[in-house]
């Protein structure tokens, strides 16, 4: 009997906790049939709504005697106050007849605040009003965050995608990037290694990129430097790879294209090289000038391009928090090219000799020097839950170092273009700021691009911080 | 003895260390007051306070003295001092004569604690105060109103895109935006940032374009206008663009090693080509004022009485916006190689120079860009110069009647602007390229756009 009422208890505050983990998951949120929302990225408006905060909050402070006395009697709202990377999103009620901001919302992450309508006339003159719910006249972009029914769904969508070009974090460095965004210019300053996503990773990527990035593009500039760092495999072949010369790059990213949810992302970059008068169509020309081994076979990346669009597959997997596929069409032209000792480039229309058959293989019919490569792309990120470590690792006491809030345990991604390479990699996040991960790379055989210029197996190691500061 | 007096030297060192930590901290909590100054926008309210001040001063026989209407609108101001909240001025502000009258405030004090409570906790409808306010309420500041600083939308969005939601123009554009996702389908003619008008390349944009960045392919069509002697050539390729309000650029490029067909180059022997392009720019937006008296200008008033800013006035009627940048294109020389004179069969090119050098492919860009608020005129001027001697200028302007705009395109290419290639790669023969002959020229080109 006594065990009975214990189990008992036991089990109703097991219930009891439930009940409380549910609602602590539960957040406030609107109906995306009633209404609009929207996040203001203008600046100076950001900065006229964090004034008025302040001095609402003065006007009811409680060190005001004269508020005191009224407070006895009804309890003022005080507002938290508005950071300057805060998001500040004004929603409005749909079909509505009066033109009014139904709420505002601001903050980050998981904890926004809510300046509900009754007492937005109170903190915001009507002339700020006017001005933020004309969203035609200042950049704004569209927000989901009032919509999100859990803490989940927020984490999710604060989580960056890999495509994303506005980070979670403002500060971020790994072995492949260096990310640094200022929040009150709204504009971040990129340097990247390589190129994974359109599968040139490391060295292969043949530049080191430098941009600036807004929440939906990034131009840059490709410089002609070697960064190559924690690769393991001796066949990179990268010295084949023409590294002098400058170029540009640039992506853009569209994201709920046309409401459909999917956001679309192109990226593009390319090589001023010079001009090359002579054709090399044989080998004999190597001996005839002279041309140094390594000089023999080289190639430029012309240019390279991706179209692709990133969707969230409806799967429930148990502890996947979120499945992504991003579809899309992959571009790269390659210039085959000899070069003398003095820099001169020559068009090269062969990569190598067939002996069985006593003929040079060409990359095409006549003096073709390049190669394009128009390649089918697919892409699949999974991450397991935010925040959550599986129960199956939990048992391990030696894993006790890991601690994770608001991020996945695991981020996984498999990469495929179609004639030129797959790559895969796995990301361990150890804590909020820190992830390790390990990226291989397998290069199609008889791909599009031939030559032997790309390797055929490679990985990379990586490390990961990122932060606010 | 010298223990000691080093022990009071040390007092003494603390007390004046303390004495002006005071002082320091004293000065500082001097400093700290804060003014919070409003209008009351409550209707209700307004009528209610200047009621019972009106209603007290005829109770005290002091109304003769009186000049505040019952119209007038209140006007607050709030100190907030060592950590206290008081009321330290009020004033009328009446808005058909523009003049400020001050309470009595003697007699405001006995109106009591409940409407004084009331105005001072603005719990109500308000609105912002101005500089001419604000001198009112005997204060100064040298803080601009940001209300007044321009969002760089106002004037970009007449450019970026379209104001309306479907826009056609003979210039050989169209716009269908769709207000409820912020995304838009572009078609253009040219790429005008570049200085490559649509009047000598005529290469079409096909894009989609959302509020801050586009992307769009490039399909090649030839210009034919008279007065340009040698268009460029074009092929088919992509480009992106961005624009924010600081910072703005593009990225294009045509790939070179696409088939050209016999009959859709200008000149098979003298094939130029922008291959890659790139420009990054800095902008801002001003308000400005009606620095000119349109209400003179009679036609204008014909045209449409309703124009605003028409009569002169110290208030903005409409937003400007200037761009400086940097930017680098890669032009080609090639001519096609020997092949089929099918027309539908494409040849290869074979390329002579390239223009890619820092020196060569180097240039500058500015440009300016005017749009009223009621968005019924815009206009733009713009150069370009680049080191390699091709530079042009650019200028147009728009005005709105109804869902009809009509506009005018100026390109000026001065005396000697080109670009110089070597022809051939067998010999130095170097051939130039004048677009518009080598004296220079200028196309002005008319256009009429509906918009919906």
């Known amino acids: 009997m006594k065990i009975n009422n214990f189990l008992k208890i036991k089990l109703f505050i097991i219930a009891i906790l439930l009940i409380g983990s549910g609602f602590s998951q539960s957040v406030k949120s609107l109906d995306k049939r009633k209404y609009i929302a929207w996040t203001v990225d203008h600046m100076p408006y950001h900065i006229l709504v964090e004034d008025a905060i302040i001095d609402y909050n003065a006007l009811n402070t409680l060190e005001n005697p004269r508020v005191k006395k009224k407070s006895a009697k009804k309890k003022v709202l005080i507002l938290k106050e508005m950071r300057a990377e805060d998001l500040l999103i004004i929603v409005q009620q749909k079909k509505s007849t009066k033109n009014e901001i139904h709420e505002i919302w601001y903050g980050n992450g998981l904890n926004f605040d809510v300046i509900p309508r009754e007492i937005v006339d109170w903190v915001l003159s009507q002339d700020i009003q006017q001005a933020l719910i004309e969203k035609d006249q200042y950049l704004n972009s569209p927000s989901d965050v009032v919509f999100f029914e859990s803490e989940n769904q927020r984490l999710l969508a604060s989580y960056s995608s890999r495509f994303s070009l506005w980070k979670q974090h403002n500060f971020l460095m790994s072995t492949e990037e260096l990310y640094l965004r200022s929040n009150l210019l709204q504009y971040s300053a990129n340097f990247a290694l390589g190129n994974t996503l359109v599968g040139l990773p490391g060295a292969l990527f043949s530049s080191t990129s430098m941009g600036v990035g807004t929440r939906n593009s990034e131009i840059g500039i490709r410089f002609p430097a070697k960064i190559n760092l924690l690769s393991i495999g001796n066949g990179l072949n990268d010295n084949r790879l023409l590294r002098e010369y400058l170029g540009l790059y640039s992506k853009v990213t569209i994201d709920n294209m046309f409401s459909t949810g999917a956001s679309f992302h192109a990226q593009m970059g390319f090589n001023f090289f010079p001009r090359s008068s002579t054709v090399v169509t044989d080998t004999s020309y190597f001996r005839k000038n002279d041309i140094d081994e390594e000089d023999e076979y080289v190639n430029i990346i012309d240019m390279y391009a991706l179209f692709a669009a990133t969707f969230e597959v409806p799967l429930k997997i148990p502890t996947i928090s979120r499945v992504t596929f991003t579809p899309g069409l992959h571009y790269m032209k390659v210039a085959h090219r000899t070069k003398d000792k003095d820099n001169n480039l020559f068009n090269r229309t062969f990569y190598g000799y067939d002996y069985d058959n006593k003929s040079y293989l060409r990359y095409g019919d006549g003096e073709k020097a390049s190669t394009k490569a128009f390649g089918l792309y697919g892409r699949v990120d999974l991450m397991t839950d935010i925040g959550v470590i599986p129960s199956f690792l939990q048992k391990y006491k030696f894993l006790n170092f890991i601690k994770i809030n608001k991020v996945p345990l695991f981020e996984v991604s498999l990469q495929h273009i179609t004639q030129l390479n797959t790559i895969t990699s796995v990301a361990v996040n150890i804590n909020d700021n820190v992830s390790f991960s390990m990226t291989t790379y397998s290069g199609e055989q008889d791909g599009t691009v031939r030559g032997g210029w790309l390797p055929n197996k490679n990985m990379w190691l990586g490390v990961r911080y990122r932060s606010d500061f | ?452």
Do not use: C
């Open chain 2, 1 to 452: 003895m010298n223990m000691k007096m080093n022990l009071n030297t040390l007092i003494n060192k603390i007390h004046y260390i303390a004495f002006s930590v005071m002082v320091l901290f004293g000065s500082s909590s001097i400093a700290q007051q804060n003014l919070i100054s409003w209008e009351v926008a409550d209707p209700a309210l307004n009528r209610k306070f200047i009621e019972m001040y009106l209603n007290q001063l005829i109770e005290n026989d002091k109304f003769d003295q009186n000049s505040i209407q019952a119209s007038d609108v209140v006007m607050v101001q709030m100190q907030q001092q060592d950590g206290k909240l008081t009321l330290k001025r009020l004033r009328a502000k009446n808005y058909d004569s523009g003049e400020y009258r001050r309470f009595m405030m003697d007699q405001v004090k006995k109106l009591g604690p409940d409407i004084m409570n009331t105005i001072m906790d603005r719990k109500y409808k308000w609105a912002e105060i101005n500089r001419r306010d604000l001198s009112a309420l005997e204060t100064y500041s040298n803080i601009d109103n940001i209300l007044n600083e321009r969002s760089f939308k106002r004037a970009r969005d007449g450019f970026w895109w379209t104001t309306s939601q479907v826009e056609v123009s003979t210039n050989q554009s169209i716009y269908i935006r769709s207000k409820s996702t912020n995304q838009a389908f572009r078609l253009e003619t040219g790429i005008s940032d570049l200085g490559l008008y649509p009047q000598f390349f005529g290469n079409t944009i096909l894009g989609l374009s959302n509020d801050i960045s586009s992307t769009y392919f490039i399909v090649p069509r030839q210009a034919k206008v008279d007065v340009i002697k040698q268009p460029l050539d074009g092929t088919f390729g992509i480009g992106f663009k961005f624009d924010t309000h600081s910072i703005g650029g593009q990225v294009n490029y045509m790939d070179s090693g696409n088939k050209f067909k016999t009959g859709k180059v200008f000149d098979e022997n003298h094939v130029v080509l922008p291959s890659a392009s790139g420009l990054v720019y800095w902008s801002n937006t001003f308000a400005i004022n009606n620095f000119i008296d349109f209400s003179k200008l009679g036609f204008l008033k014909r045209l449409n009485k309703n124009l605003s800013g028409a009569e002169r006035t110290d208030e903005p009627f409409g937003s400007l916006r200037l761009k400086v940048g940097l930017s680098f294109t890669e032009f080609i020389h090639a001519k096609l190689k020997p092949g089929s004179k099918d027309e539908k069969e494409g040849r290869d090119l074979e390329i002579t120079d390239r223009l890619n050098k820092v020196d060569e492919a180097l240039g500058f860009f500015v440009r300016s860009e005017l749009v009223t608020d009621n968005k019924k005129l815009k206009a733009y001027a713009q150069a370009n110069q680049s080191f390699s001697g091709f530079n042009n200028i650019g200028f147009g302007a728009e005005y709105s009647i109804k869902v009809l705009k009509v506009g005018v395109q100026v390109v000026n290419i001065p005396k000697g602007s080109g670009l110089e290639f070597l022809e051939s790669n067998t010999n130095d023969n170097l051939w130039k390229w004048y677009p518009a002959g080598e004296s220079g020229g200028q196309v002005v080109s008319p256009y009429i756009s509906f918009h919906f």
